[in-house]
Every structure is written in structure tokens, then in C-alpha cells.
């Protein structure tokens, strides 16, 4: 098993771009997170899909959107791309969401100039 | 709201030392509580975790004891090796439901030879 994948690894944007960040696991999970992590501020919660078919927003949701594709995939996307949105950022995934352990990607770092 | 406070380091040891890295929460009700490592490189993965007051839990060496009257939730190891340098992320969750996790700053640790 893979765990839960992430690409790109790296990317840098100009201010207005957009992108798309991908995200997939493969051990069957409903529930597919999608944090940022920024220095001095943890990881917070940007959006969230509590089963295939959901997304919900979490604390930090604007300039972004997703898509929960299937079961196994779930992506962020960038509209228009802000020097704000600089960070690194993980997907992670549960079995349920009243379940307690988290599986995270290995992260995309992202710079926007 | 929730909230978990843990000092942000570097914390610099010696090999052998020993480690404590302090975190208190707060919360209402009985959440749970878990420590979080992110060895350089790759996203976070679960160190241990405990559900309720006065359980202890432990992996790797590391412990943690939740702690209900002081709310708190302190990670120790007796012998830290260079291999445990990494970030340490303290979190809780609170039970049932959809609850999300609510993550501290995360702590890093660096063991020199």
C-alpha cells in the first residue's frame, strides 16, 4: 500500500495563477482532509470531505476549492494564486471521521511570488 | 473552542538526554489526545495517542500520561537518539461525530551527537 500520495512535491506560482494540488489513497477511507501548515501556526484545516460525494469547509477555505472525485481521490485547487497561500500543504485521510488516527501525504510545497 | 498550546523549540538535546516536550489543551468533555511526529521531509504520522483521563500512551520509548486534572498531555522519552529529531505535533479530537482534529504549533527537537 501506498498510504496516501501527493503531487506535485514542490511548485511555484506567480500571483494569479492557478493550480491544482492532487491528492489519493488507497487504503479504502471515507474521509480525506486537506490541511496547510505554516511556521508558528500549526496545521489548520482548510476543507474537508466526510465521505465520497461531500466537502465541507473548514477553517481557512477561502481562495480555495475541491473536488472529491471518487473514494479515493481528493483535490485543492487554486483559483488566482496569493502570496498568502505560500505554504506547505497535506492531505490526510480516516476510515471515518469519528475515527481518531489520521494518515497524512508526504506534503506540497508551495511557493506563490 | 478548542485549543492546544505547546512551545515551538528548537529544542536541542544531547543524545541520551532525556526529553520532555509540554502541551496542555483546551476542551470540553473528554477528548481525545494524541502526539504527532514529522521526521524532515514527509508529512505526520501517530506517535500515540490516549482517549481518556489518566490513560497512558506510549511508542517508540516516547509516553505521554493524560492528564484531566491539569489538562495537559506532556511527551517524554527517558534516552532521545539523533533519530528522533523531528517536529512534534500535540492534537486533540474531540469524540463523536464529525469532529475534527485541532492541532499545536508543533515542537521541534534536535538530538546532537
Known amino acids: 500500500n501506498a498510504g496516501v500520495t501527493q503531487t506535485p512535491k514542490f511548485q511555484v506560482l506567480k500571483t494569479g495563477q492557478s493550480m491544482t494540488l492532487q491528492c489519493a489513497q488507497d487504503?479504502?477511507?471515507?474521509?480525506m482532509y486537506w490541511y496547510r501548515q505554516d511556521p508558528g501556526m500549526g496545521l489548520r484545516l482548510i476543507y474537508y470531505s466526510a465521505s465520497e460525494g461531500t466537502t465541507d469547509k473548514g477553517e481557512v477555505p477561502n481562495g480555495y476549492n475541491v473536488s472529491r472525485l471518487n473514494k479515493r481521490e481528493f483535490s485543492l485547487r487554486l483559483e488566482s494564486a496569493a502570496p498568502s497561500q505560500t505554504s506547505v500543504y497535506f492531505c490526510?485521510?480516516?476510515?471515518?471521521?469519528?475515527?481518531?488516527?489520521?494518515?497524512f501525504g508526504p506534503g506540497t510545497r508551495l511557493t506563490v511570488l | 473552542g478548542n485549543s492546544v498550546t505547546q512551545m515551538e523549540g528548537p529544542v536541542t538535546l544531547s543524545e541520551e538526554a532525556f526529553l520532555t516536550i509540554n502541551c496542555t489543551y483546551t476542551a470540553t468533555g473528554y477528548p481525545s489526545l494524541f502526539w504527532y511526529v514529522q521526521y524532515p521531509g514527509e508529512g505526520l504520522q501517530l506517535l500515540l495517542k490516549?482517549?481518556?483521563?489518566?490513560d497512558k500512551g506510549s511508542n517508540k520509548g516516547f509516553e505521554a500520561t493524560y492528564r484531566k486534572e491539569t489538562t495537559s498531555f506532556h511527551l517524554e522519552k527517558g534516552s532521545v537518539q539523533v533519530s528522533d529529531s523531528a517536529v512534534y505535533f500535540c492534537a486533540l479530537k474531540q469524540s463523536g461525530g464529525y469532529q475534527k482534529v485541532t492541532f499545536g504549533i508543533g515542537t521541534k527537537l534536535q538530538v546532537i551527537p
Open positions: 490526510a485521510s480516516t476510515t471515518e471521521m469519528s475515527t481518531d488516527t489520521q494518515y
Open positions: 487504503m479504502n477511507h471515507n474521509s
Open positions: 490516549a482517549t481518556k483521563a489518566d
